[in-house]
C-alpha cells in the first residue's frame, strides 16, 4: 500500500513541476493543497489519513497539539532548514522525522530591495497615477546615495543586503546581539554601538534576524519612535521581531516616512486587516521566498528527503 504525502500551500500549483516526483510514484501518492488551512481542525481533517507532510517554510505551525492529532504522520518535510513553529521535540516522542531542504538567501535580498526602491522612489503611486489618469508626478523621492542603511542582522541575507547597499552608494551599518566587529569589519560595514544608535541613525532600517525568544517584539513603540520620521522601515525576515501594533500606530501617525512588508503576524492576511489599508505601507504577501530558483530547491530536496526517509537513511535531518 502506497504511503501518503501532502504537500500544503501550493498556492500556484506548480509544486509537482517543479521536481521529479516520478521516482517516488511506485510507493507514495502526493497530493497537493492549493488552498491554505488556517485552523488546527482544518488541518487534523485534511491531513489525518497523509503519512508524510511536505511544508512551506513557517506558514503552518505544527506544535504538538496538531501532532497529537495526526497519528498516522511519520515525515515533515519544511523547506529551508529551519523551522521555529514545529513542535521538534514532540514531533521526536511521536517519532514524526523532521527533514529540511536547501534555499537560497538571494530571493528575500531581491525583494527586500524592491521593497526599498518601490518606497523610495513612490512606484506604487506614481504607476497608480500613470494608469488611472492621474496627475503626471506627484511624489518627490528619497535619494539612496550617501544616506545610511541600517542591517539588524548580518548573517546570509544581511551580508547581501550589505553589499547592494554598497554598491548603491550608502553607508552601511549592523547590529544584532552577538555582532562582532571582525564580523563587520569582513562584510565591509561598520558596527553600530547599539540598537538604538542604529536605529535614531539610519535613513533605512532592514530587519534580517532570525526568530528567538532574544528578537520577538525587539522594535516596539519605545525602539519605533527612535527611528527619523523620514526612515523607511523594511521586515521581510520574521512579522513578529516587530510589535505589529506598534507599527500600525506609527503608519497611522506617520510618525515614519513608511514601511515594506512581506511578512505578517497572520498569514494570509484576512480581508478587514489593517495592513491591507494602511497608508505609508508597501507590502507584499510573504513573496521573499517565493521563485523558480527556491522553489526547484524546495521540491526537489523534498523528493530526496522523502526517497532517504522511505529507504531507512532520512538526511537533513532538523530538530
Known amino acids: 500500500m502506497r504511503a501518503r504525502c501532502a504537500v500544503l500551500d501550493d498556492l500556484q500549483g506548480v509544486a509537482t513541476a517543479m521536481a521529479d516526483w516520478s521516482p517516488l510514484l511506485d510507493r507514495v501518492e502526493v497530493v497537493s493543497f492549493t488552498e491554505h488551512l488556517h485552523t488546527e481542525d482544518e488541518l487534523t481533517e485534511a491531513l489525518a489519513a497523509f503519512d508524510i507532510v511536505v511544508t512551506l517554510r513557517e506558514r503552518v505551525p505544527f506544535p504538538a497539539s496538531l501532532l497529537a492529532r495526526l497519528p498516522r504522520l511519520r515525515l515533515l518535510v519544511t523547506a529551508g532548514m529551519r523551522n521555529a513553529v514545529i513542535d521538534h521535540a514532540a514531533a521526536e516522542r511521536q517519532g514524526v522525522t523532521v527533514c529540511g531542504t536547501a534555499s537560497s538567501p538571494t530571493p528575500p535580498v531581491e525583494l527586500a530591495w524592491a521593497l526599498i526602491l518601490g518606497l523610495a522612489r513612490g512606484v506604487v503611486a506614481e504607476n497608480t497615477a500613470l494608469r488611472d489618469g492621474g496627475p503626471w508626478q506627484s511624489t518627490l523621492g528619497a535619494d539612496l546615495h550617501g544616506r545610511r542603511l541600517g542591517l539588524l542582522g548580518l548573517g546570509r541575507v544581511g551580508s547581501l543586503m550589505a553589499r547592494v547597499g554598497l554598491a548603491f552608494g ?17 562584510a565591509g560595514v561598520a558596527l553600530a554601538a547599539s540598537l538604538d544608535e542604529l536605529l535614531s541613525t539610519s535613513d533605512v532600517v532592514s530587519v534580517h534576524l532570525a526568530l528567538g525568544d532574544r528578537t520577538r517584539g525587539l522594535l516596539g513603540a519605545r525602539e519605533l519612535a527612535r527611528l527619523k520620521p523620514t526612515a523607511y522601515l523594511v521586515n521581510t525576515s520574521r512579522a513578529a521581531v516587530v510589535d505589529q501594533a506598534a507599527l500600525v500606530d506609527a503608519l497611522e501617525r506617520g510618525a ?3 514601511a515594506g512588508l512581506d511578512v505578517f503576524d497572520t498569514e494570509p492576511l484576512p480581508a478587514d486587516h489593517p495592513m491591507r489599508s494602511l497608508p505609508r505601507l508597501l507590502a507584499t504577501p510573504h513573496l521573499g521566498y517565493v521563485t523558480e530558483g527556491n522553489y526547484r530547491r524546495y521540491y526537489g530536496d523534498a523528493v530526496e528527503d522523502i526517497q532517504a526517509f522511505l529507504a531507512g537513511t532520512p538526511i537533513r535531518r532538523l530538530g
Request: proline share 0%.
Open 170 to 186: 550608502m553607508e552601511v551599518v549592523a547590529w544584532s546581539q552577538n555582532l562582532t566587529r571582525d564580523r563587520t569589519d569582513e
Open 256 to 258: 515614519i516616512a513608511g
